[in-house]
């Protein structure tokens, strides 16, 4: 029997914006004219073009203690700090295998990671689209206990930030865009170990009705444009709640990580990292559509060519990177053994090309990366003479999508997929 594929994550995200606009949609705990004001809020801040986004962060839930942004050592020869966040050097890499270790996988964080108690943890189900349609005060609770006896699942999969490369709109482009300022190190493959967010739906009693699920955080409010968002939630349709989406209590063998959603969160293969909802607590599951800040008016394409209400973000762009740093120092005459790495959202990466200055030429793949999230390559490059060189690497994926030479610009910033120019001296 063949099987439906999921919805894609542009064209949910297309529906949901245009009900929401009509009226047809419904967030709780949201106000529309205030997420109206968020969004007059929000041009003027792409119009100024600053380097981050203007936030506060509101007190923490009753029993969450919020504690530092981030919890995890930041060594600096392995993530570089960006505000609350932390972005994977690319040469902490070399070396390291095909999934990213936790002491250097990158921390998106919109406020701070929240310290949560596991036994008092408690995943909280309620909405329309269970049977009886609990509230949110009386949901259907499962304990990490409960999670951990349900038959268990473990995959690769890929998590990237939407905004990752945005600093090359601004250095390659002179386009800036303003939130944080990320490399290319928002971006890791983890293999990930927890329940099926299916299973625990049917469990709880799901019901032919539902359309939307919706996870939601338990990291403390997220205040911009001096409004109250509440917390970072993003609805999911249920198709794609019941084919891939994971609830995750571990990472590459070891229970989840603070910084990475402990207890539990959720993975969402494919789809921007905002999707995969960290520290879950509250999910919705409702028989109407839902909407929050963040598909309407966060994680939207904004700008020249962009519909009114924002372009939905597609599937995530196309991207490769060097395991090298920046501005490294080569010797002249001497061969090297370039190493990278190259992905998309859209599927596996088919071949990648590499540009040392004298055109572009094939990269060898390391084949037992073939299918997955993101493909290893290396290239052997002879530095002619001493100077400055500049390397690049472009990719092309299953689909036949290419990364383009320039990125399409957006006010916020999102889905670079531009070939970067990457800076070599040899000496």
């Known amino acids: 029997m063949s099987r439906t594929p999921p919805p894609q994550e542009a064209g949910h995200d297309a529906r949901r914006s245009r009900q929401w606009l009509a009226g047809e949609a419904h967030g709780a705990g949201v106000d529309r004219d205030g997420l109206l004001e968020v969004g007059a809020a929000m041009a003027a801040l792409t119009a100024a073009a600053a380097e981050r986004e203007p936030v506060a962060v509101a007190a923490a839930p009753v029993g969450v203690d919020p504690g530092t942004p981030i919890r995890k050592p930041l060594r600096p020869d392995l993530l570089r700090p960006l505000d609350t966040n932390a972005e994977m050097r690319w040469t902490a890499l070399a070396g390291q295998g095909y999934v990213v270790p936790n002491d250097r996988f990158f921390v998106r964080n919109h406020t701070v990671t929240p310290r949560l108690d596991p036994d008092a943890w408690r995943l909280r189900l309620f909405g329309t689209g269970l049977r009886g349609a609990p509230t949110r005060d009386t949901p259907v609770e499962f304990g990490l206990d409960d999670l951990r006896r349900l038959p268990a699942e473990e995959s690769a999969a890929l998590l990237e930030c939407a905004g990752n490369g945005r600093r090359f709109f601004a250095d390659q482009q002179d386009e800036p865009a303003p939130g944080v300022a990320w490399d290319l190190g928002g971006v890791g493959v983890a293999r990930w170990r927890g329940v099926r967010l299916g299973t625990v739906l049917r469990l709880a009693g799901l019901t032919g009705d539902a359309v939307d699920v919706m996870p ?129 959202g859209a599927g596996p990466i088919d071949r990648v090309e590499v540009d040392t200055g004298d055109g572009w030429r094939p990269a060898d793949l390391v084949a037992a990366d073939r299918g997955g999230p993101w493909q290893r390559w290396t290239v052997r490059w002879r530095p002619p003479a001493p100077g400055r060189w500049i390397l690049r690497a472009r990719a092309t994926d299953v689909t036949g999508a290419v990364q383009p030479d320039r990125a399409a610009p957006n006010d916020l910033g999102y889905l670079f997929d531009g070939v970067v120019r990457h800076p070599v001296t040899a000496g």
């Open 216 to 344: 939601e955080g338990l990291d403390p409010d997220y205040v911009t444009g001096g409004i109250n968002l509440g917390r970072v939630r993003r609805p999911l349709p249920i198709a794609k709640a019941l084919d891939d989406v994971l609830l995750a209590y571990e990472m590459n063998g070891e229970p989840l990580p603070a910084d990475h959603g402990f207890p539990v969160r959720v993975v969402v293969p494919g789809w921007i990292g905002i999707s995969s909802i960290k520290w879950v607590g509250p999910v919705e599951v409702s028989a109407t559509p839902l909407f929050s800040p963040w598909n309407t008016q966060f994680y939207r394409m904004f700008g020249p060519g962009q519909p009114a209400g924002g372009g939905m973000l597609a599937t995530q762009s196309i991207k490769s990177a060097f395991e090298l740093a920046w501005d490294a120092r080569v010797t002249a005459g001497e061969e090297v053994l370039l190493r990278g790495r190259s992905w998309s």
